[in-house]
């Protein structure tokens, strides 16, 4: 289930998955690789909703800060 937090919906790797229709392993991998930008909070890698949309629809990669 997502989280919103100040209006921002963000969502974990398992969501991101399944919204993808992958693997939460190949999920996981476009994190490393930088194709999806998200945070670390705790435990979790979350990921803005923004972030989702621009992956889904063919946005450049992300560089590493």
């Known amino acids: 289930m997502?989280?919103?937090i100040m209006g921002?919906?963000?969502y974990n790797l398992k969501?991101?998955?399944e919204k993808l229709n992958?693997?939460?392993l190949t999920a996981k991998t476009y994190h490393k690789k930088g194709r999806i930008k998200g945070q670390r909070i705790g435990r979790s890698i979350l990921i803005?909703?923004?972030e989702l949309q621009r992956f889904v629809n063919g946005g450049s990669?992300?560089?590493a800060a």
């Open 61 to 63: 990669k992300v560089e």
């Open 2 to 4: 997502p989280v919103e």
């Open 8 to 10: 921002v919906t963000l």
């Open 15 to 17: 969501e991101v998955a």
């Open 48 to 50: 803005t909703e923004d």
């Open 22 to 24: 992958v693997s939460y």
